[in-house]
């Protein structure tokens, strides 16, 4: 299995130290990256960049309910762990969607199980797949932004601003979109509605929310538009049952 990426955001030396050994000696292939403040996650933060963070709550600056707060604007799957000294905010870890609510001195169960945990999630997260130099990848369906094909040339731009290039037909992979919420708007362009702000019908583009434009073409406008109005009814008909 492919490593996880977690985070670490921790402001004092010897308790980051003690996670950081706590998570490497696991038994789980991982990529740590650490952060001393919220504001330093929130500056690298972006959807899909991290399986787990495990969050301190009494930092220097802002703290680490506000700092999750924010996370869960722009990302409302990512697990996430506090991490404390005191139960004062419990109520608050479960209302931001908290895996689990671990109370200093971290121990290694609850480590170990809240790895496990993002192992499963990662292992079951819906992805494309592609070969790439001879070698199968696979990407989330939920960092794509949009597909466009130019000639052979196949580029999938992810949220972040990442950008993924390959010899390849649309045509090839459209099959793997169906059943997620991506919608074939024209000959060269797939675009995946959660990153969709606005349509425009006199531009005959979809306005996206990291700033792009994607194309649509002029006979499938009307499509276009009953599909986004119907992702749109159906984003709010399940925020409703929540």
């Avoid at 604007?73 to 908290?98: C, M, Q």
Wanted: charged share 30%.
């Amino acid at each position: 299995m492919e490593y996880l990426n977690i985070a670490v955001c921790e402001d004092c030396l010897e308790e980051q130290k003690q996670l950081i050994s706590l998570i490497e000696n696991n038994g789980f292939s991982t990529k740590i990256s650490v952060f001393n403040s919220g504001d330093e996650i929130l500056k690298e933060y972006g959807t899909g960049k991290f399986d787990l963070i495990f969050m301190d709550i009494y930092m220097d600056g802002i703290s680490g309910v506000e700092t999750v707060t924010a996370i869960r604007k722009i990302d409302e799957n990512v697990p996430v762990a506090f991490t404390s000294t005191s139960t004062e905010h419990t109520l608050e870890s479960y209302r931001l969607g908290a895996l689990k609510y671990i109370e200093k001195p971290v121990k290694a169960k609850p480590v170990h199980e809240l790895l496990e945990l993002a192992r499963l999630k990662k292992e079951n997260t819906p992805r494309l797949i592609l070969k790439i130099k001879g070698k199968d990848i696979s990407i989330p369906f939920d960092r794509i932004l949009y597909a466009e094909q130019n000639a052979h040339t196949l580029s999938l731009f992810l949220e972040g601003g990442e950008l993924l290039q390959l010899t390849e037909k649309l045509d090839n992979i459209k099959e793997q979109f169906e059943g997620h919420d991506f919608f074939r708007c024209h000959k060269s362009y797939l675009v995946n509605f959660a990153y969709v702000k606005s349509l425009d019908k006199e531009l005959m583009v979809f306005s996206m929310k990291e700033g792009k434009n994607v194309h649509i073409r002029r006979e499938s406008m009307a499509k276009a538009r009953k599909a986004f109005e119907a992702y749109l009814f159906d984003m709010a008909r399940r925020m409703s049952h929540e």
